[in-house]
């Protein structure tokens, strides 16, 4: 608007008014001196003059300290404080000459100006759009499950599609004290061929090379997702693979049932645990650890005697969680309410055929015409369980 003055435009017109007033102060001031030279004093007139002069000045004065200081401010990047309509009021130049008339009549117009606000709608004064949206760099990833289970089991590597291995399904031992010219006992044993498969687990994501290019590390965060996806069913195929269609046959499914070697009177979940290593050990297979969701753990190390005292629970302690100085290793791949305990280096190896990998292709489908990119993290494996009965399965009973 043509009335629409800057900041910078109305210091200057306040400053050249204010040295009008200083002007008409000194010629005030002058006339004072003469009359007083003259007749001794100052009439009544010249003091109101005068009066009335320095309370002007003082005011312009002001006003020009302000007007200054939002200059500053202004040339500094600093925001000016948004006024009411009662404060652009009562401060219009108009408004004021008008209201410092000895006898008021008539009217007055009177124009204020739209506050600046944060909106960014079309309404006057909205300036939402020109204000940046503070951003924190990078991805925030959503969680992710520490895989375990694979570590508690031996690896190895395989050649072709087909597992194959001889297992020892039976032994009867006839050995015994043998007399001197008599015939010796024979024994036997049972050997039965196994064959297991190599499974693939995989998944891929689609994205445009444009969106790639122009965030870098979206590509890493897409590899580092698509494998811990991977890694995800890994583990739950490893322990609840149910051996149908594509799937593993995994350690649960093929385990031993606990059943308690001795009686005790009331058992506790920590009592079960050292029930199924003895299970285990009379099985020949020593266990080498313990495998429950994080849900039965917490169970099992708050628990508390008759005096009030943490069992095995330590709210200050540090070191690994162990139970009958075993490993105890939690997931969420397993239910809540049970146990696997056993020896697992001996009783059971996953094989790779193809360790995880991510491969990017830009040629299957319409892809290239369409500047797309396919990413595609997949593995290829099998599990063989040697031991059935190294593996004991149970349920703490906690749960109805």
């Known amino acids: 608007m043509a009335d629409e003055k800057t900041a910078e435009q109305l210091a200057g017109e306040v400053k050249a008014s204010f040295q009008q007033s200083l002007d008409k102060v000194k010629e005030i001031a002058e006339t004072a001196l003469g ?55 009562i401060e219009d130049e108009k408004v004021k000459a008008f209201m410092a008339q000895s006898n008021p009549r008539g ?34 990833a959503m969680p992710q499950r520490r895989m375990t289970v694979r570590d508690l089991i031996s690896p190895g590597q395989m050649d072709g599609s087909t597992l194959e291995y001889v297992q020892e399904t039976g032994f009867t031992n006839n050995a015994g004290m043998v007399a001197e010219g008599t015939a010796k006992p024979s024994s036997d044993i049972k050997l039965d061929l196994k ?26 965060i897409i590899d580092q997702r698509l494998l811990y996806g991977l890694a995800f069913k890994e583990e739950g195929q490893l322990l609840n693979g149910d051996g149908t269609g594509q799937n593993l046959l995994g350690i649960i499914p093929q385990a031993t049932a606990y059943a308690a070697p001795i009686t005790l009177t009331n058992p506790t979940s920590i009592d079960l645990m050292r029930l199924a290593m003895l299970q285990a050990a009379l099985a020949e297979y020593p266990a080498t650890g313990h495998v429950m969701n994080p849900i039965d753990w917490a169970w099992i190390e708050t628990l508390k005697d008759a005096g009030g005292n943490y069992i095995i629970g330590n709210p200050q302690g540090s070191i690994s ?16 309410d049970k146990f696997l305990t056993g020896a697992f280096k001996l009783g059971a190896q996953v094989f790779d055929r193809w360790q995880a990998r991510v491969e990017v292709a830009t040629e299957n489908e319409d892809d290239f015409i369409k500047n797309l990119v396919t990413v595609l993290a997949e593995e290829r494996l099998a599990l063989a369980v040697y031991r059935p009965e190294a593996f004991i399965y149970g349920d703490f009973g906690r749960v109805a």
């Open 35 to 89: 009359e007083a030279k003259k007749s001794g004093e100052i009439s009544t007139a010249i003091k109101e003059q005068a009066d009335e002069a320095l309370i002007k000045m003082n005011g312009l004065n002001e006003q020009l300290s302000q007007l200054e200081q939002r200059v500053a401010e202004g040339a500094g990047g600093g925001a000016e404080q948004a006024k009411s309509f009662g404060e652009q009021f």
């Open 107 to 140: 009217r007055i117009d009177f124009q204020a100006k739209a506050t600046l606000t944060s909106l960014t709608t079309d309404a006057a004064g909205s300036v939402g759009d020109a204000i940046q949206t503070t951003r924190l760099p990078g991805i925030l």
């Open 195 to 220: 064959t297991t498969s190599a499974k693939v687990i995989a998944h891929w994501m689609k994205a445009s090379r444009q969106v790639l290019s122009d965030i870098p590390q979206l590509r890493s």
């Open 321 to 336: 969680p162990t139970l009958w100085g075993l490993p105890v290793v939690t997931t969420q791949a397993i239910a809540v």
